[in-house]
């Protein structure tokens, strides 16, 4: 799989570069949805942290104690998109931990219709 907004990634491994625990789980997401491929596998065949939280694709990986979560949007053309990272903090307060929350801001930032 293509993956797209990478840099979102490498930007939170930098920011917590002491936390090797954490870098090592996103080095390993960014490998495991480089190897993905939709029409050979269930996404949560690979990532038991997934969780489905669009019908239109979109994923929250959750990595590691720290409780990071990674908004990816998976589509059938190949490629994969890093649209949000942040904590379980961050998480709660744009989320709310609320799907209804969560698609308001797909559709506010133009990733749904």
């Not at 390993?28 to 491929?37: N, V, W």
Request: one cysteine or more.
């Amino acid at each position: 799989m293509r993956l797209i907004g990478k840099k979102i990634l490498l930007k939170l491994k930098k920011k917590n570069i002491g936390n090797l625990r954490l870098c090592k789980e996103i080095d390993k997401l960014i490998i495991d949805l480089e190897k993905f491929t939709t029409n050979e596998k269930n996404i949560f065949d690979i990532r038991p942290d997934a969780d489905n939280v669009h019908r239109d694709g979109y994923y929250f990986f959750d990595l590691d104690f720290h409780r990071t979560l990674i908004l990816v949007e998976l589509d059938d053309d190949g490629e994969a998109t890093i649209v949000w990272a942040g904590s379980h903090k961050e998480y709660e307060t744009t989320f709310k931990n609320n799907k209804t929350t969560i698609e308001k801001w797909l559709r506010k930032n133009g990733y749904i219709e």
